[in-house]
């Protein structure tokens, strides 16, 4: 009689030993525990790996600082394959001249005046501004390293090069194309190694009067 009064507790008891388990598993794998739990639920058995576990050393502060990184959203940006930013174009004002610098750097491939496939697309872009009838200077500069082919020449035919690709959207313009070579630096270059200034000389410019 003793003990069959006693089963129903039993069986209670081993209903809620089922429930809990099923909670607190739910509950370690919601943290990324892992959890062990027996055949017949009746015990439950909780671990939290460790990195060395998982075969990992812990990081120092300064490695878990390093490893966070903060992306801003904003305007597309040019990345060189040595990581440095460059843009096509600059556009300023000077005297109440607009002047639009194109980086020859990505209009041309070294010692070409072939333009890239994109950028008569991109020039048609830039002279949408351009007021109609206008005079629209195209001017062609290098650095001061001479290449394959002569600076004066290479100048020239770059020039020459989207003045073509001006022509074919804008015949209402009237053109003046020289090649410049290295005369005209926009920054000063200190030697054959300063490549940020040679970078900024390699360029076409586009000269019109107004906004």
Not at 26 to 45: E, I, K, Y
Not at 102 to 119: G, H, K, V, Y
Not at 182 to 199: I, M, V
Request: charged share 25%.
């Amino acid at each position: 009689m003793e003990n069959t009064a006693q089963q129903p507790a039993s069986g209670r008891g081993r209903t809620s030993a089922r429930l809990a388990a099923a909670a607190l598993m739910s509950c370690c794998l919601a943290w990324g525990t892992t959890t062990s739990v027996t055949a017949n639920t009746d015990a439950v058995q909780d671990h939290w790996l460790t990195l060395a576990e998982m075969g990992f050393e812990a990081p120092v502060p300064a490695q878990a600082q390093e490893s966070i990184r903060v992306y801003e959203i904003g305007s597309p940006i040019a990345y060189s394959a040595e990581g440095s930013i460059k843009a096509l174009e600059t556009t300023e004002e000077e005297a109440g001249e607009t002047i639009i610098s194109l980086s020859s750097d990505i209009l041309f491939t070294p010692d070409s005046w072939e333009l890239s496939a994109n950028a008569g697309a991109k020039i048609e872009e830039l002279i949408s501004d351009v007021p109609e009838g206008a005079d629209l200077a195209i001017h062609g500069h290098t650095d001061s390293i001479d290449g394959a082919v002569d600076n004066k020449e290479l100048s020239e035919k770059r020039a020459g090069a989207v003045a073509d690709a001006v022509r074919s959207v804008r015949s209402d313009l009237t053109l003046d194309v020289q090649g410049f070579a290295d005369t005209r630096p926009k920054k000063r270059e200190s030697g054959p190694d300063d490549d940020e200034a040679r970078r900024i000389n390699r360029r076409v410019e586009l000269r019109y009067e107004g906004r």
